[in-house]
């Protein structure tokens, strides 16, 4: 009877792809709008799992998140070299300086320093130059982003000049950032070239980056880091998921995108049910036609499952096609770079999908089961 | 009873809704169909066919009264058995053709095997085989849609035919049709379907396929008032 169950759905062309459509489109915005959701997320700590020397974050007490610091004395720095288990710790500073190129365009950006001395904190996706140039003096990184923006249609080489708070600056390196919520160029410069871009202030620096000692782990040397300074100590991936917490419950985001998810499973249901539902009204008579032959009601509820699960897969299958093919489109759009379909979104809408269908078909399935088959008998 | 008997009746009523709505649409209906007859239950609209040929064919259940199709009976049939027993016994030609749309006449007609558990090709190269002795063999392929009214009708007989049935149900199986085409299907139905092992029971309106009867039953408002036997039967003649 899968056979006849087959033919049936799909003998009905218009409804057939009404169905499909439905699921397909539902099936898009849902995963779409929550790998955008994801990614968007994820962009909050993107400066934080671009810094792939240290693996430990001591910052004051108070912070809540990446993009709001409290400078902290540079007395901090020798407080934290001298806890047992701490490798090395260098000075680390975040500002938002103003850039501007030789034409008059400018922007804000975003400063991250790395350590005098040992380059430590450096981004690591170098597309031209060398981090070792960063020794030179006003030199500075920056990302494909910024390039794009302060030197449009040229091609990626060093030597480059512009101005950054009035200081003259040179690139000696472009690289690949993982994108910053804010969407802001991203730079990088020595600690002390930094705070001089910036504008001397009493208290500069934003975070101390720190390597624990080989053999210790990393949430050991943040406990001691707490109890020796008051400081408050993470690891990267901890501090990541702090911020994106952050975003989470201090904006509007993910009710924003919540409502667009809700809403692409409220209308996936409605549609695909309603659909279903006329699908299956119009198909009673057969329905009973088949129960008063001796069909079973399970045979017939396995029969409209069977359809709600092959519209679900087919409809899924494109949704789901639509949306990787966006990211893949537009992964090399510098405004949309890093934002992908993660596999538990997939997964996650493909359970979305059967809840869907299972919903839809539920009406069709009660609307069947009670079915009279006498009522083949009335004309 | 006697082994002659394929369908007793007796004292079967049937009534719907409660209370202030009730509605008793069979008041105590007496009725044999026998085994290698063709008979035909025949009254207004409204004396209650329908619904007896509803209860016989096990869709409703009677609110009281004896009834024993093929030996079976059906007030001890437990649901479930009821729908096996339909699928194993029974045979249905309805008014509206009632095939499925989506299916070619084959596929249509071999439907009671599929849901018997039979495997597709099997049974659709059987039903059209019967499709053939019906004079269908060049639109088996054809969907019902593509047929005329007189073909859906042949069509529909073999599926009530295609898993030799004992016992055939058929609803107005001509009110559809020209009185050619009609005249046409019930003789098919007639040399097809009435064998000594099986018996038909057609309700109609259509006193022009009274003489393929060779019993008709009269109903009026709910009971079966005569039963008249208009020729010798394969039961009578054995």
């Given at each position: 009877m899968n056979f006849v169950a087959l033919q049936m759905l799909l003998g009905d062309r218009a409804k057939y792809i009404g169905l499909v459509m439905a699921v397909a489109f539902s099936t898009f915005l849902m995963s779409h709008q929550s790998s955008i959701f994801s990614g968007v997320m994820n962009r909050t700590r993107s400066q934080i799992q671009d810094v792939q020397d240290a693996s430990i974050w001591v910052m004051d007490p108070k912070t809540q998140y990446f993009d709001e610091v409290k400078a902290l004395n540079d007395n901090v720095l020798y407080r934290v070299r001298g806890v047992p288990g701490v490798e090395w710790a260098v000075p680390m500073y975040k500002g938002l300086p103003t850039a501007r190129a030789i034409n008059g365009d400018f922007r804000t950006v975003l400063l991250m320093s790395v350590d005098d001395n040992s380059l430590a904190g450096a981004p690591r996706r170098l597309l031209a130059g060398d981090i070792a140039d960063l020794r030179q003096p006003d030199s500075v990184l920056m990302d494909r982003a910024a390039y794009s923006f302060f030197f449009?249609?040229?091609?990626l080489s060093t030597g480059k000049a512009f101005e950054m708070n009035d200081h003259r600056v040179k690139v000696v390196g472009i690289f690949e950032s993982s994108a910053p919520f804010t969407n802001f160029p991203v730079f990088y410069a020595r600690y002390s070239n930094a705070i001089r871009y910036q504008g001397r202030e009493r208290n500069m620096m934003s975070f101390v980056l720190v390597k624990a000692h080989p053999g210790l782990s990393d949430e050991e040397v943040c406990r001691r880091i707490r109890a020796s300074t008051g400081l408050t100590a993470r690891t990267d991936l901890d501090f990541g998921w702090q911020t994106i917490d952050y975003y989470i419950a201090h904006t509007g985001i993910p009710i924003n995108f919540g409502i667009t998810i809700a809403i692409a499973l409220l209308v996936g249901t409605l549609v695909a049910g309603q659909t279903f539902y006329i699908f299956t009204l119009e198909n009673l008579k057969q329905f009973g036609a088949l129960k008063a032959i001796g069909v079973t009601n399970w045979r017939i509820m396995g029969m409209i499952l069977l359809q709600a699960l092959l519209v679900a897969a087919v409809g899924y299958s494109i949704g789901i096609t639509m949306t990787a093919a966006f990211f893949e489109i537009t992964k090399n759009n510098i405004d949309l770079r890093g934002f992908f379909l993660p596999w538990q979104i997939a997964t996650g809408t493909a359970v979305a999908v059967l809840i869907i269908i299972v919903l839809a078909s539920a009406m069709s399935i009660r609307r069947v089961l009670v079915l009279e088959p006498a009522i083949v008998f009335r004309g | 009873m006697t082994q002659s008997e394929a369908v007793i009746c007796h004292k079967i009523t049937k009534e719907f809704g409660a209370a202030d709505n009730r509605n008793l649409v069979l008041r105590g209906v007496d009725l044999k169909v026998h085994y290698g007859e063709l008979t035909l239950l025949v009254g207004p609209s409204g004396c209650g066919k329908t619904t007896l040929i509803s209860v016989i064919a096990g869709l409703l259940n009677a609110t009281g009264g004896e009834l024993e199709v093929l030996g079976r009976d059906m007030s001890r049939l437990p649901k479930g058995d009821a729908v096996v027993f339909r699928r194993r016994n029974l045979g249905f030609v309805f008014q509206q053709y009632n095939l499925l749309p989506a299916l070619t006449a084959a596929e249509n007609a071999a439907v009671p095997l599929l849901a018997g558990g039979m495997r597709r090709n099997h049974a659709v190269e059987r039903a059209g085989e019967l499709l053939a002795s019906l004079g269908l063999e060049q639109r088996r392929h054809a969907r019902p849609a593509q047929l005329s009214g007189g073909q859906q009708q042949r069509v529909a007989l073999a599926r009530a035919l295609i898993h030799s049935p004992r016992l055939i149900v058929c609803d107005e199986p001509t009110s559809a049709l020209d009185h050619e085409t009609g005249h046409a299907v019930m003789e098919l139905l007639k040399r097809m379907a009435v064998r000594e092992d099986r018996a038909v029971i057609v309700v109609t309106h259509d006193a022009r396929v009274f003489e393929f009867a060779d019993r008709i039953a009269y109903m009026e408002d709910g009971v079966i008032t005569r039963v008249e036997v208009t020729k010798k039967s394969i039961a009578a003649v054995s």
């Open positions: 449009p249609n040229q091609p | -």
